[in-house]
C-alpha cells in the first residue's frame, strides 16, 4: 500500500510521515524533498528559474513514478499536488493507494506558516499576518475540493502528533 499524505502547507504531512515510517518501519518520501533532488534545486529556486508550470508538471512526474514502483512506503505529497491536472483522480482510483487529508483552520495555518513562509514561493512575498490569513482562506476554499476527496480526513487541531499517528496505523494497517 502507498499512504499518501495530502493537505495545506503548514499542516504536518513531513513530520507525520516521519513518524509513521517510524511506527511502520515503512519507507517515507517527501515529494517536494524529491523533486529538490533531482532537479538539484530547492523549491523557492525552481519556481524562481523555471516557473510554476514547470514545477507543476515535475510534480506530476515524479508523484506518478512513485506510485507506480512496487514497494509500500509513505508519502508526503506538496500543498498544492493534488488540486493539478487529474492527480486526485488518479490518486482516489488507485487500487493501492490510501489518501489521508490533514485538515487544518486556517488561524492555526496562519500561525505555523508566518514565520515559515520564506521557504515557500506561494507566500514568501506576504509582509503582514492578517495578509496572510485572508491568502490562505481564500486559497484553502478553492483546493478543500480535492482534500475531501481523500479517503480519510484526520483534524489537525484536534489530534496531537502521536494521536495521528496511531489512528492513521489503527484504521489504515
Ligand atoms: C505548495 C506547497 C509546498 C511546495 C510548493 C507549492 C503549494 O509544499 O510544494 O511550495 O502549492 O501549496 P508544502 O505543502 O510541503 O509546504
Redesign the pocket.
Known sequence: MKLILI?????G??TLGHALAEVTKLPFS???AV?EEQEAMT??EL?KTKGEIY?RKK?AEYLSKLINAPDNQIL??????P?YGNIMEMLCSHPNVKTVYLKGGVDLLTDRLWDERAK???IAHIESKDVLNDFIRK?LFE?TYFYNQADRILDIGELSLSELTERIVFELF
Open positions: 493537505g495545506y502547507m503548514g499542516s504531512k513531513s517527501d515529494l517536494d523533486i523549491i523557492a519556481f514545477f510534480e508526503a505529497l506538496g500543498g498544492g499536488t488540486c515557500r514561493p506561494l486559497h483546493r
